[in-house]
């Protein structure tokens, strides 16, 4: 009879534990999905205005060109984020099918690739403009920078294209290529080296900006180094936001993991990768700002927008 007992109540503590944990995890993707929706539900309007403007502009500079192409590298970024509040709202049940997992794994990663090396470019651009203004304008033209975009497109998709060509070995319901569960050695590579380019010339780009902008005195040159200040406040807190704390936490997911595959949902890792891979989309909702600071065509469609809405509600 004690036996039995125990077992009885060793089940019923089991059941326990199952319930508490099956709620957890209802409650996980239910954060999950509200917050995709915030960023879908702001970040859209902010990005669409933007490719509007941009496309609008009849005079172009390599600045320009590098925002036009963040902008839509931003908008491609959140147009599939429903597939995501779809998933987890369906309890981590995936029920799109295989190409579409393997569809939205790539596009999910060749635009946030696409995102980081764009503002390295902006920042390179805004470096040669400060440090170099006479010796850059050479270099410095449209067609130039349509050309380095151009290639960028072009290495990110074929650096991406394993995604969307490798085989997906798991059950149907899921989607490892979601938050990239599965992982390997030559993944904890390219994730370093992918990242740590556009670090690097972000950070050498400020430090050589900062220190040529404390040599400016002339007072016609103070518009040129408010600019830049700004400039560089607004990506490092972006690049600080939405990508260092999703690659921190992909290199150490993959190092725990390599050559296993836990779902994320059931693994503490897991979800520190879902958690900073939702804050990647930040990005979308952070650009946005950084467009109305820097770009005066967003600036004025935005703010004309806005008063003619005010006006018409007063």
């Not at 941009?54 to 320009?64: G, V």
């Not at 980081?116 to 270099?139: E, G």
């Not at 989309?281 to 650009?287: A, K, R």
Request: proline share 4%; with cysteine.
């Amino acid at each position: 009879t004690i036996v039995t007992m125990s077992s009885a109540t060793m089940n019923i503590s089991e059941e326990e534990r199952e319930g508490v944990y099956d709620t957890s995890v209802a409650l996980w993707n239910i954060i999950l999905s509200i917050f995709y929706i915030l960023i879908f539900v702001i970040a859209v309007p902010g990005n669409v205005l933007a490719l509007w403007a941009f496309f609008c502009q009849k005079s172009t500079s390599p600045s320009k060109v590098f925002l036009r192409n963040l902008s839509v590298a931003d908008i491609s970024y959140v147009l599939i984020l429903p597939m995501r509040i779809v998933y987890h709202l369906s309890d981590s049940h995936w029920p799109f099918g295989h190409i579409l997992c393997q569809l939205l794994g790539f596009l999910f990663y060749l635009n946030m690739y696409c995102s980081l090396y764009l503002m390295s470019f902006i920042s390179l651009d805004r470096f040669l403009a400060v440090v170099f203004p006479l010796k850059s304008q050479t270099i410095r033209k449209p067609v130039y920078a349509n050309v380095a975009v151009g290639m960028l497109w072009v290495t990110v998709i074929i650096s991406m294209s394993p995604v969307l060509f490798s085989k997906q070995t798991n059950s149907s319901g899921t989607c490892s290529k979601l938050y990239l569960e599965k992982t390997s050695q030559t993944a904890l590579v390219s994730t370093i080296v992918a990242f740590a380019i556009p670090l690097t010339t972000i950070v050498v780009s400020y430090i050589l900006i900062v220190l040529k902008l404390r040599t400016v005195r002339q007072q016609e040159e103070r518009p040129v180094k408010d600019k830049a200040i700004k400039m560089i406040i607004l990506i490092v807190m972006n690049f600080l936001l939405a990508f260092v704390p999703y690659h921190v936490c992909r290199i150490v997911y993959i190092k725990s993991h390599s050559g296993g595959q836990i779902p994320a949902s059931h693994d503490p890792l897991g979800r520190a990768t879902q958690i900073t891979s939702a804050l990647t989309c930040v990005s979308g909702v952070l650009d946005p700002v950084m467009y109305f600071v820097l770009n005066r065509a967003y600036r004025d469609t935005f703010l004309r927008l806005f008063c003619k809405n005010r006006e018409h509600n007063l």
